[in-house]
């Protein structure tokens, strides 16, 4: 008796462990899958108890309580209706998710990190018995089941295979960076029906509305090919490399609430995958961080009145105080350079313009990387104009960046405004009289039919 109670208690230690270990796998996993980002509502949310505004082109899209709440989370899923959600953007209750939650990438988590992410969210996170706001979208798009015509045409609904003509690190950086890190959600463009184009354009870049995911391919110009593997592994750990790049918007959050608390082992695999990719070319003469030098407009034109450019005046009034009169920024790095910065570089404007409206905001241990907003969201800085944003824009560009590229007040009223609509965006006005073309058509058809038999009778 006394050596089966001993049995059965170490057999209980023992699978309590294994049940730590796996919920602690799947803290890892949740981490590197970076739901936290979307799953927790801005301004000191709950962690996982939904509510975070997802501004796609088609609305808004709340993310959803995933707590073990029993009431407004999913604390009554089994592990089959986990599976399903994550593979398959399924609820249990049979409705289909929206592509903001990222299952086309999902799909390709293994059995065993599929059931750790299931242990670690039943018994490793506290149930929030709050739900969170209902996503409503416009018609056509709030026809959840036409996700099932979505999913059949676009989904490809299978796991991971590594590549055996590549090494162990490579595959797991691919893993990482195609199933859990989800990187070509942002980074690869998207057709007219909102659907990844992750054949030869793969993580060849993609809009996000108002910010803009750029090319992360191997190509020297276009991509990253030119950044060493330490500076990928720097960047998605802090977030900055000095000389090339500054995180922001969505990247910020990633790095943030996801890349920079993974093992460097993990990023070094990240980054080893990235510099393996098929390149994609674009248009770019030359890489986005090589543009640019120190200006000295600022001390010529300081002092003078009269005619003077409209965006030195704004530059010099709300910009130069942090990045220096040259556009230098400044030795530790708080405030980036203007010049060799991938922002001002780059053959579009949309990200420079995006963070002159929303700013910067990124967390790094408990290091904070700050830039105020100048849009709508202004609290203690000028709130510039559209035409305003444009003028300062291009003083930064001729003087610090990409002099080629230009801004027009009509471009900074698009993307404050969210930027330009999708195909299936612009096309949503002539849905509903198309599908009352249809029935009626339908109706004349039939109608037709039937005076037909009536006549041969």
Known sequence: MVSTAAFVGNAQAQDAAGSAALVEKGRQLATAADCAACHT??????????GYPILSPLGTIYASNITPSKSAGIGDYSLEDFTRALREGVRKDGAHLYPAMPYPSYTQLSDEDTAALYAYFMHGVPAVDKAAPQTD??????????????NALFLKDQRFTPDASKSAEWNRGAYLAGALAHCSTCHSPRNALMAEQNGSEFL???SLGTWYAPNITSDAKAGIGAWSEAELVQYLKTGGVHGKAQAAGPMAEAIENSLQHLPDADLKAIAVFLKQTPAVAGTEQQPRFAY????VSELTLRGKSGDVDAGWRIFSGSCAHCHQAGGTGTDNGQYPSLFHNTATG?????NLVAAILYGVNRKVGEHDHFMPAF?????????????EIASVSNYVLTQYGNPA??????DVKVLRAGGKPPFIAQMRPLILPAIVLVVLVVIALVALRGRRRRAAR
């Open 137 to 150: 979208l416009p018609f056509p798009f709030n026809i959840r089941m036409s996700m099932a015509v979505w």
């Open 41 to 50: 509502a801005p301004k000191g949310g709950t962690p996982f108890a939904g």
């Open 346 to 350: 780059a053959d579009r404007p949309d």
């Open 292 to 295: 640019g030098q120190p200006a």
């Open 405 to 410: 590229v230009k801004v027009t007040a009509d």
């Open 204 to 206: 060849s870049g993609g």
């Open 375 to 387: 849009g709508d969201d202004a609290s203690f800085t000028d709130r510039l104009s559209d035409s």
